[in-house]
Each structure stands twice: as C-alpha cells, then as structure tokens.
C-alpha cells in the first residue's frame, strides 16, 4: 500500500521571510505612526527622534500614511501566518488513479481548496525553469487538454539539481515522462 500512495507536504504561509516581513512592517510602521502623531499633538513619542520638529501638514500626515500602510500590511501577513494560507499537500494515488491537490485558502465556504485528476488525463510531469530578475523554478502537472497545474509552493527558488531530481522521482512514481516547458 506504501508504494502505492505518495504524499508530499506544501508548506504555506508559515515560512521565516513571512515572520520577518510582518515584525519589520509593524515596527516600522509604528513608528512612522507615532511620527505623525508626534507632530500632530507635539508631544514626543518616540524616545530616540524628537518628531515633534516635523511639520504636521504635508511630513506628519505623509507619515501617518505610512505608518497606517505599514501596520495594515503586517497585520494582513499576521492573518495569513496565523491561518496558514496555502498549506496542504500533494497525494498521488495508484491504487485510486487519482492525483489530489489539497489546499488551505482564506475562511469561507471554500476554506478547502481540493482538484482532483485522474491519472488517465495527465500527459506529463513538467519542469519550468526562468532566470532573471523574478527566477522561478516548478514542477507542473500537464494535463491532456494542455492544462498546467503548479504543484511546487510559491517560495524561494530551489536548486536547479533538487528540482530535476524531485520532478524525476515523481514521474518514476507515476510512470509519466518528464518534460521541459
């Protein structure tokens, strides 16, 4: 049954770059908001600058501007942290024919984001590889009807030998030939 039935686990939003994102933008923009209210009341909140030399009209409001900014991004990556938006895992089932992709999304009635595929309709295991300026590497799911489905998370780009020889182990397993999109 164990050679039948493969699960890989997709990590979502919990990664170390989501950590440090929402405590950067939530004490920057903190600060900028105290900045702006500083000079608004002209009273000194921040214990390191005195904002309180700023201009309200147009340096205080710019600030409290960004400060709110900030704080409303930080928040939001907090939310998808603490919900964990886009976990789940990847299940390839001999024994069912079936490739299942299952995802966490936002709360609501499709919290569960589950596609299912019969093995019968997947020509094969596709790689992707783009370098530049925003580098991708993936593994794709090709499917008859010349869809793509990504199987790989959003995240950092993985080795170019780590990708190939994941994409290789998965179309061994699926008896599936591999191919460079």
């Known amino acids: ?52 030399e700023l201009v309200f009209i147009p340096q205080g409001l710019v600030m409290m501007f960004y400060g709110t900014l900030s704080l409303g991004i930080s928040i939001y990556i907090i939310i998808t942290v603490l919900l964990d938006i886009g976990s789940g895992y990847n299940e390839y089932n001999k024994t069912e024919n ?51 489905i990504p199987l790989t998370p959003v995240q950092e780009p993985t080795s170019i030998s780590d990708l190939e020889e994941e994409a290789a182990d998965l179309a061994k397993f699926l008896d599936l030939k591999l191919e460079n999109l």
């Open 98 to 148: 079936l490739v299942k992709i299952i995802r966490k999304g936002f709360p609501g009635k499709n919290r569960e984001i589950l596609l299912t595929y019969s093995l019968s309709n997947i020509r094969s295991i596709g790689i992707k590889i783009t370098e530049g300026l925003n580098p991708t590497r993936s593994i794709y799911l090709c499917l008859k009807d010349e869809r793509q």
């Open 1 to 52: 049954m164990q050679n039948e039935i493969r699960q890989d686990k997709i990590v979502g939003s919990r990664r170390f770059s989501n950590y440090f994102w929402s405590v950067f933008l939530f004490i920057g923009g903190l600060g900028f908001l105290l900045a702006g209210i500083s000079s608004y009341f002209k009273i000194n909140l921040l214990p390191f600058a005195n904002s309180t």
